[in-house]
């Protein structure tokens, strides 16, 4: 069992930045791929980033590039996600979650309860 905690949401203006954090208990946090995801209102839930075991390998949904980054510190078993240039359309329910598997991040077996961000204009 993995205990996933993110924070770090909030309400920023336009081209601010956030940074958040998730927190893992419960299990060797090394072992998970960790993705962030995000929903807004009435919209499915997206893959935002994912980052591999050891950080090596990462991946960025298109809309997000160049923006956010996605980091891992193992020793403290905490993914971030570093948010800059933020749009209106970032306002979301942001969830992380962890994976076994780098390449199927919709096959996440824990996920956190969410940290809500907005982007206000």
């Known amino acids: 069992q993995v205990q996933l905690l993110e924070s770090g949401g909030g309400l920023v203006q336009v081209g601010g930045s956030l940074r958040l954090s998730c927190v893992a208990s419960g299990s060797t946090f090394s072992n998970y791929a960790m993705a962030w995801f995000r929903q807004a209102p009435e919209k499915e839930r997206e893959c935002v980033a994912v980052?591999?075991?050891?950080?090596?390998?990462?991946y960025y949904r298109e809309s997000v590039k160049g923006r956010f980054t996605i980091s891992r510190d193992n020793a403290n078993n905490t993914v971030y996600l570093q948010m800059n240039s933020l749009k209106p359309e970032d306002t979301a329910v942001y969830y992380c979650?962890?994976?076994?598997?780098?390449?199927?991040?919709?096959?996440?077996?824990?996920w956190g309860q969410g940290t809500q961000v907005t982007v206000s204009s």
């Open positions: 980052i591999n075991r050891r950080a090596a390998s990462t």
């Open positions: 979650a962890a994976t076994r598997f780098y390449y199927q991040p919709w096959e996440s077996e824990y």
